[in-house]
C-alpha cells in the first residue's frame, strides 16, 4: 500500500477502512486549521462500468466543473465537464471489479478560505488504464467542512482505504 510520509507538512486526519462494501466513504467535521488536503485512496469496486465521484460539504448541486487528460502509452485524449453534480476521481478508465488497485489522490486547495472558490486537483495512475490527471473548480465560498467519495455504479470494495491529510 502506499503510504505518505507524515512529517511536519502532512498531518494524518483520518483513515477509513472498509469492513464491508459500502456506497460511499466520507470523511467530516474537518478542522479548518490547514492550509490545503490530501486524500489518498486506494481501492476497487463491486461492479465496473462507471466512475468514482466526490461531493464536499454535501453539494449536490451543478457547482462542480473540471478539465481531465488521459493517457495510455499509445494514445492521449481530454475532456470537459462543466456545471455537474460531482467532481470525477479519476475518469471512467478506472474500476477495479474485486481488486484493490485502483489509486488517486486529490487535492483541495485553500480548503478553509471563505472568500474564494476551492481549486480540487487529481491524479490517477493504473499500469493496466493508464494515467488520468484533472483540475477541478468548486464554485462556493464555504469552507470544506466535509468530503464524500461514492462509485456512481455500485458500491465500493471491502478493503478499500481512503486517508486524508492536512497540509499545512
Known sequence: ??????????????????????????????????????????GGVVTSGDVYKMTVNSDTGTNYSQTELWGDGSSASSGRRTSV??????GSRIGAVNSLTDMFNID????????????ILMRQGQASVGTVAAVGLWRSTSAISSIQISYANGNILSGTTATLYGIT
Open 108 to 119: 483541495l486547495q485553500n480548503y478553509s478560505n471563505a472568500t474564494t472558490y476551492k481549486t
Open 85 to 90: 453534480a460531482y467532481f470525477v476521481c479519476g
Open 1 to 42: 500500500r502506499h503510504k505518505m510520509a507524515a512529517g511536519s507538512t502532512y498531518t494524518p486526519i483520518a483513515t477509513t477502512t472498509l469492513g464491508s462494501n459500502s456506497a460511499s466513504i466520507s470523511f467530516s467535521s474537518i478542522s479548518g486549521s490547514y492550509t490545503d488536503l490530501r486524500l489518498i485512496f486506494i
